[in-house]
C-alpha cells in the first residue's frame, strides 16, 4: 500500500518554464489537495478537489493551474515559473468521511531559478 | 489568511518532560486535527477532535478543544527524543468538512 505517491521528488526550473507536479493515491479517496510550504512556515492550500472532476481554490491559488484526472490523480500544474514559486509541494489525500485525517505525500523540492 | 496559529512557534525540553503546545483558530468548526511534520518529510496525522468533544487521547498524546475561546491544545507527556519535529494544527474552512487549512505550527526540539 504506497499511500500518496508524488513524482518528482526534486526539480529545478527556470524562470518562465513550465511544469506538472504527479500525484496519486491509492486509497480510494475522494478529497485530495495541493499544498506548499515555505521556510519556517506551515502550509498553505492552493488548490482542493472535494471529488472526480471538482477543483476549487484554496488560499495561495495564483499561478497553478490543476487536474483531477480521475479518482486515483491530482496534477498540479505551473505555466510559467517564477522564484516565488520555489517551494516544497505537498500532495495529500482523505477519505470523504467527515472529518478524517488527511495522508500526505514526500513531497516536491521545487527550485526556480 | 491561516485558519490556526500555533503558539510558541518554537518549544525546547529536555526528555521525559511534558509539551505543551497551543492552537487558536478563526471560524466555527467540526472538527481540530493535530499533525507532525519530521524534517523535510510529509506531514503526518496525529488525532482528530471533534467539536463536540472537549478532550481526546491517543498514546502520550492529549488534545482538547474549547470551542468557546476557539483554541485546542496538544499535549505530548514524557517527551523523547524522537518526538523533535514540527507540529501543525489544522481544522476545515469553511467550504467544506475536508477543506483543510494548516496553522505555522510550533517546532519541538526535544534533548537527550
Known amino acids: 500500500n504506497a499511500g500518496v505517491t508524488q513524482t518528482p521528488k526534486f526539480q529545478v526550473l527556470k524562470t518562465g518554464q513550465s511544469m506538472t507536479l504527479q500525484c496519486a493515491q491509492d486509497m480510494n479517496h475522494n478529497s485530495m489537495y495541493w499544498y506548499r510550504q515555505d521556510p519556517g512556515m506551515g502550509l498553505r492550500l492552493i488548490y482542493y478537489?472535494?471529488?472526480?472532476?471538482?477543483?476549487d481554490k484554496g488560499e495561495v491559488p495564483n499561478g497553478y493551474n490543476v487536474s483531477r484526472l480521475n479518482k486515483r490523480e491530482f496534477s498540479l500544474r505551473l505555466e510559467s515559473a517564477a522564484p516565488s514559486q520555489t517551494s516544497v509541494y505537498f500532495c495529500?489525500?482523505?477519505?470523504?468521511?467527515?472529518?478524517?485525517?488527511?495522508?500526505f505525500g514526500q513531497g516536491t523540492r521545487l527550485t526556480v531559478v | 489568511s491561516q485558519q490556526g496559529e500555533e503558539d510558541p512557534q518554537a518549544l525546547s525540553i529536555q526528555e521525559g518532560e511534558n509539551a505543551t503546545m497551543n492552537c487558536s483558530y478563526k471560524?466555527?468548526?467540526?472538527?481540530l486535527q493535530w499533525y507532525r511534520q519530521n524534517s523535510g518529510r510529509g506531514l503526518v496525522h496525529l488525532i482528530l477532535i471533534r467539536s463536540n468533544e472537549r478532550e481526546k487521547h491517543s498514546g502520550r498524546l492529549r488534545v482538547t478543544l474549547d470551542t468557546s475561546k476557539k483554541s485546542s491544545s496538544l499535549l505530548i507527556t514524557a517527551s523523547r527524543a524522537a518526538d523533535t519535529a514540527s507540529y501543525f494544527c489544522a481544522s476545515p474552512s469553511s467550504g467544506g468538512y475536508n477543506k483543510l487549512i494548516f496553522g505555522a505550527g510550533t517546532r519541538l526540539a526535544v534533548h537527550p
Open positions: 495529500a489525500s482523505s477519505s470523504s468521511e467527515r472529518g478524517s485525517g488527511a495522508f
Open positions: 471560524t466555527s468548526i467540526n472538527n
Open positions: 478537489s472535494a471529488s472526480e472532476g471538482t477543483t
